[in-house]
């Protein structure tokens, strides 16, 4: 097998245009090797970016929540309309084989214990009227949710915790670039005993077909599900974002700097990071707050861009990348 030097890499390196060369005319924040960030708001960025250029935009933006949060978030009732404004450049700035994933969480009505529906219609909005391909929907359980709102979860008993959220994965075109096998899971404990047992040839009551070539472990590991978590080989997409150990925390506390109050875990972007892109692609996080978006990507070998308007989450997100 050959391995790529160091040398080839530079050179691979070197044939790739920086991130600077697709936003000209505005100052960065501050720069890493691979990435840049802006201290802007994400439209006037995003419309300095050419149309055809970027791989990937994986992003969490505010959600549509009943209270206002202090990053800023809009009303359930102008959400869509405000979100498609974005939605409608970041479409624009896809490469055709590109993808936009989108973490939004749901909510609740205000003063009753049913769920807002807002995240529904900005899927139906992406698809008909912004002619976005849904080419999947995923699912992170976040075990770190708190029980809330405490009124029906914790007081009145009548719900049960709210700890899962979608993971929207829109494309540009029908056939985004995409490689499971790069996202691959260990066998499970199951899937090896069925292996060395052997399993009959047999018709399913579903109607699937399990032909002698079903327990064969030729790909190197198990397809992981749409249901994305960090604890392999279980089978769901589990993470939690409660981190208080990491050195982006640590640093920020003893900066005396504000830590972001929704970080998502690198597990997440990472996940799809390496499931959509290749190593030198482009990669756009325009609400990037503490940038683990960028992280990722850096630590990947993808070029990147995060935006963000708090420039107090953005002089902590510098401790990333130290």
């Known amino acids: 097998m050959s391995t790529v030097t160091q040398e080839q890499e530079d050179l691979f390196a070197a044939s790739l245009k920086p991130p600077s060369e697709l936003v ?23 419309r300095k970016i050419p149309d055809n250029s ?27 309309d405000w979100f498609l404004t974005f939605a409608q450049e970041i479409k624009r700035i896809l490469t055709d084989d590109g993808s936009f994933v989108l973490n939004i969480g749901g909510t609740w009505q205000k003063g ?15 698809v008909e009227r912004l002619n976005f391909h849904l ?65 009959k040839t047999t018709v399913r009551p579903s109607g699937h077909n399990i032909t002698d070539k079903w327990d064969k472990l ?9 249901v994305i978590d960090d604890e392999i080989p279980t089978e769901m997409l589990k993470m939690g974002n409660n981190s208080a150990n990491d050195a982006y925390t640590k640093k920020c506390k003893e900066s005396g700097i504000k830590i972001h109050p929704a970080r998502f875990p690198a597990q997440l972007p990472e996940f799809f990071i390496k499931f959509l892109t290749d190593e030198g692609d482009i990669v756009v996080d325009p609400f990037g707050g503490s940038m683990t978006t960028g992280s990722v990507s850096e630590v990947l070998n ?21």
């Not at 009753?112 to 992406?126: C, D, E, F, G, N």
């Not at 030729?218 to 749409?226: E, L, R, T, Y």
């Open 24 to 46: 000209k005319g505005s100052k960065p924040f501050f720069k890493s090797k691979k990435g840049l960030v802006f201290h802007n708001d994400s439209l006037e960025i995003l």
């Open 54 to 80: 970027v791989n990937l935009v994986f992003t969490s933006p505010p959600y549509a929540l009943h209270f206002k949060k202090e990053y800023g978030n809009a009303d359930q009732a102008d959400y869509v």
């Open 112 to 126: 009753q214990p049913t769920r807002s529906i807002y995240h529904y219609k900005l899927v139906v909005a992406m």
């Open 135 to 199: 080419a999947q929907e995923c699912f992170w359980y976040n075990p770190a949710k708190m029980p809330v709102p405490a009124e029906w979860v914790t007081v009145r008993r009548i719900r049960v915790k709210d700890a899962v959220e979608y993971v929207w994965w829109f494309s540009k075109t029908p056939w985004p670039k995409a490689d499971n096998k790069k996202v691959l899971r260990p066998y499970s404990k199951d899937m090896l005993r069925l292996a060395a047992k052997g399993v």
């Open 218 to 226: 030729h790909s190197g590991g198990s397809i992981g599900p749409n």
């Open 302 to 322: 993808r070029r990147w861009i995060g935006i963000d308007n708090v420039q107090e989450y953005l002089d902590g997100a510098k401790f990333r990348f130290e």
